[in-house]
């Protein structure tokens, strides 16, 4: 009976799961022009060869770690405040309100949330260059310089992630153990000892499950930049999904097949390495 209840979830799986990824590993092996052919013309590892060589590759892959870098502690660290501030005792009115004001971003359709945050960031007309000169500060330069631009979808990509990583949080926070904390009160133990020496070695299998995912997420990072940036300013937000994508419009299956190849390889192993290493710092 059990088999007969996992039996939709697997059969769907393997169709929408499996099956597509390694349809597009075999594709890879392919020259781009018959790649889409009943009969494919295989070329071996010349795609990955040809990928490997470019330097647009390897600017790509740059951006791509060094964003998923800043974007994953920012998102966790964020996230853990903002639970720590709604699981506060002082908040006591209106803390559904701010719980549903943190989460609503999450739950929102990305194109349009993404639409509404790029207009924000306007040049000319966006509210945030409006705040800033209201206040007598500089303008930001927003989608016009790389740094500035690169700057912009972490910001925006934060605000969309926040609030879920934020809700894992509060939910983990009512499993804790209040008794440990309130022993350390008795023992005399400031608010912030409680926190770090208490609170957060409870919420250590929470906070690797988040990082993880956070993870996963920012190395495949896409929608932001098809929607915000389009990899713009001259390229310094192309990441490698964007990479791949360019190469697919153009036509260039077997190279783009082989970008999104090794991209699945990078978060395979970077996700499977940062498991490894939350569950090895669990059992120390």
């Known amino acids: ?61 740059w951006r791509t770690l060094l964003y998923t870098a800043l974007a994953v502690p920012i998102n966790v660290v964020s996230a853990l ?14 803390r559904t309100a701010f719980k549903l004001a ?23 007309y966006g509210v945030v260059n409006h705040a800033l000169l209201g206040l007598g500060l500089p303008a930001f330069g927003g989608l016009t310089t790389p740094g500035s631009a690169f700057a912009t979808l972490l910001a925006i990509e934060t605000w969309n992630h926040v609030g879920l990583y934020a809700l894992i949080f509060l939910t983990n926070f009512q499993l804790l153990d209040k008794s440990i904390e309130e022993a350390a009160a008795i023992d005399g133990a400031s608010r912030w000892q409680s926190l770090v020496n208490v609170v957060i070695p409870q919420l250590r299998p929470a906070i690797a499950v988040t990082s993880i995912y956070a993870l996963i997420e920012f190395l495949k990072t896409f929608s932001v930049i098809y929607i915000v940036s389009r990899g713009g300013p001259n390229f310094s937000t192309s990441f490698v999904s ?15 097949t082989a970008i999104a190849t090794i991209l699945f390889v990078v978060v395979f192993v970077a996700s499977g390495g940062a498991y490894l290493y939350a569950r090895r710092s669990d059992h120390r």
């Open 1 to 61: 009976m059990l088999y007969l209840f996992m039996a939709p979830f697997a059969i769907s799986t393997a169709l929408f799961g499996i099956w597509p990824i390694a349809e597009s590993i075999r594709v890879a092996f392919t020259e781009s022009y018959s790649a889409l052919s009943s009969d494919p013309r295989y070329v071996g590892f010349d795609n990955f060869r040809a990928v490997l060589s470019a330097r647009a590759f390897h600017d790509s892959l």
């Open 81 to 94: 405040g903002l639970a720590l501030l709604l699981s506060h005792p002082v908040l006591k009115h209106g």
């Open 102 to 124: 943190i989460f609503v971003p999450a739950i929102c359709p990305e194109t349009a949330s993404y639409i509404v945050l790029k207009s924000m960031f306007n040049q000319n």
């Open 242 to 256: 964007h990479l791949a994508w360019m190469k697919f419009s153009s036509a260039q299956y077997g190279e783009a």
